[in-house]
């Protein structure tokens, strides 16, 4: 399982939220658990915090989320 959270999120959060995951998988070593820090919750990238407005405008996800899952699906 490959679990990827934007850390611009607000939606679902590094602090909150993918802690939780974090502790509810810890022993299950074939968990993936990768954060993108530049990425909102659609994996685009920014440096401000991310708001609600940042969703109305176009955008592609991250190329680096794309490369991540690329190669972790390689590796299946």
Do not use: C, K
């Not at 934007?6 to 974090?22: I, S």
């Not at 407005?53 to 590796?75: F, K, N, Q």
Request: glycine fraction near 8%.
């Amino acid at each position: 399982m490959l679990i990827l959270q934007g850390g611009r999120d607000y939606q679902v959060t590094v602090a909150d939220d993918l802690a939780r995951w974090q502790r509810a998988l810890a022993d299950r070593p074939e968990v993936a658990i990768r954060v993108h820090p530049d990425a909102n919750h659609f994996f685009f990238g920014g440096r401000e915090p991310s708001t609600p407005a940042e969703y109305t405008r176009p955008d592609h996800v991250g190329a680096a989320v794309v490369g991540e899952i690329a190669s972790w699906l390689a590796r299946r």
